[in-house]
């Protein structure tokens, strides 16, 4: 079990099955637990052949990674990775469109990790905020094995830096765009 106490009314849960799986319920409301989805976002930035990493301030503590973090509700992909650019390393970003994409589905959640290319200005350095991130800076992929470099981060980058994927780009125009006015659709075409 993942919920032991209804939300909505207090009562001990049950096992139900439900929806083609086992779930927790309510026996007196009838509320139903479905899966929740939790969505990430991380920068990738280059300056040559380096990168833009950080330095974790946050659990796992001391790791390194792409400066990332999680949607917030009102957001679309492009609005939360340049806010987590932005809170991470002090760094006004643009995103150029979406480059990989991870899915882990864990028992309490689903985890999806979104990805994009990002571009700074090339004349502005990063500073950390002291708080999520404790060192900010542009690192050659020589210096990986010296850092502890999250597996994910790495390849990422290495991946990118050996096949140059075109990102998938946000398509300004789209046939609904009166119904979802806040709609972010990136697409190859």
């Not at 086992?22 to 899966?35: I, L, N």
């Not at 991870?102 to 350095?125: G, H, Q, S, T, W």
Request: hydrophobic share 40%; with cysteine.
């Amino acid at each position: 079990m993942i919920i032991h106490f209804c939300p909505l009314c207090g009562t001990p849960t049950i096992r139900r099955y439900d929806g083609g799986r086992e779930r927790d319920a309510c026996p007196s409301c009838g509320w139903v637990h479905y899966s929740e989805m939790a969505v990430g976002v991380g920068a990738l930035v280059l300056r040559g052949e380096r990168v833009l990493l950080v330095e974790r301030g946050i659990p796992p503590v001391g790791r390194w990674t792409l400066p990332s973090g999680w949607i917030e509700q009102e957001e679309t992909l492009e609005t939360a990775v340049r806010r987590e650019l932005k809170e991470e390393t002090a760094l006004d970003g643009r995103a150029l469109g979406v480059i990989c994409i991870r899915n882990i589905p864990k028992m309490a959640r689903n985890e999806l990790y979104v990805c994009l290319l990002c571009e700074v200005a090339p004349d502005v350095e990063p500073v950390p905020d002291g708080e999520e991130s404790t060192q900010a800076r542009f690192v050659h992929p020589s210096e990986f094995d010296s850092l502890d470099l999250s597996l994910f981060s790495r390849f990422v980058v290495e991946r990118y830096l050996a096949l140059r994927p075109q990102p998938w780009p946000l398509t300004a125009d789209f046939p609904y765009r009166e119904a979802y006015p806040d709609a972010a659709i990136f697409s190859p075409f």
